[in-house]
């Protein structure tokens, strides 16, 4: 069985260019879409299977990764954004209409990834964005009612197959850069040797 992992990567992962210079997002509206434009390429792009994170009909992963706050901004209809949930620690804005995510902010200044912007470059038609490069919060898909435990083998291996590593939580680099604010913000950071 092959599962719909999300659109973009379930014929292959697309490599991006070196050098992109970002774009523009456009809701999933038939007109009067929202749109935010994008300096820049984004950085630690990634499958998601969390349940808070946008995915498209029917897929289970979402397409995610991150920006400077400064770099994305509204350009088009912002009046129709509402915040999905506004407990979350990222401050999901979606299209009340479509349902599309066009970015997510954290807002709380104490935080390991304050001044990171999580957007969706599905949302874009250029293809230079950086590739997705690896799966984090897998195990979530069962969470969030979209895979069965029994299925999780064959969709991790599916994954992997396309060269994404798969986590249950965010991939090495991203879970020290998080433990190492951590040990900053308690004094315990060790320094080499
Ligand atoms: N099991 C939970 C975990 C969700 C989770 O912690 N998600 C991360 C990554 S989202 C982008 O990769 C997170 O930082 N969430 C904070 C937030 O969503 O506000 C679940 O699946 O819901
Ligand atoms: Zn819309
Ligand atoms: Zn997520």
Partial sequence: MTFNLNPLINHGVRKGQAGFQGSTLKCLCPHDKVEVQVKGNVAHNHACGCTKCWKPEGALFSIVGVVPRDNDAVTAHADKLHVVDEKATIRRHACRECGAYMFGRIETHDHPFYGLDFIHVGLSDDQGWEEPRFAAFVSSVIEGGLAAPDDMGAI??????LGLPTYDCLNPPLMDAIATWQAR?????????
Avoid: N, P
Avoid at 185 to 193: A, D, R, S, V
């Fill in 185 to 193: 913000k308690k004094g315990t950071l060790k320094t080499e040797g």
């Fill in 156 to 161: 991790r291996k599916q994954l992997q197959a």
